[in-house]
């Protein structure tokens, strides 16, 4: 969910694949945040943010999921 994450992801990627992996928060564009962040040291309120981000980013992917299958 951050470029951390995504680095990681991109080199264990085939050659082929390579260009698949996003940041989660690409499927939420309204968004200004383009990574989730660790809610760790946010207290309740940082967790209750990224849940927001999530749920933003879940829609946004289910309906990435509906376009790209034709569902």
């Given at each position: 969910?951050?470029?951390?994450?995504?680095?990681i992801?991109?080199?264990l990627?085939p050659?082929?694949?390579?260009?698949?992996p996003?940041?989660?928060?690409?499927?939420?564009?309204?968004?200004?945040?383009s990574?989730?962040?660790d809610?760790?040291?946010?207290?309740?309120?940082?967790?209750?943010?990224?849940?927001d981000?999530i749920?933003?980013?879940?829609?946004?992917?289910?309906e990435h999921?509906?376009?790209?299958?034709?569902?």
């Amino acid at each position: 969910m951050d470029l951390n994450n995504l680095a990681i992801l991109k080199q264990l990627a085939p050659e082929h694949l390579v260009h698949k992996p996003r940041l989660f928060l690409d499927f939420a564009p309204d968004l200004i945040e383009s990574e989730v962040p660790d809610p760790y040291y946010g207290g309740e309120a940082g967790f209750l943010r990224v849940l927001d981000l999530i749920e933003a980013a879940s829609v946004g992917l289910l309906e990435h999921i509906r376009r790209e299958h034709n569902l």
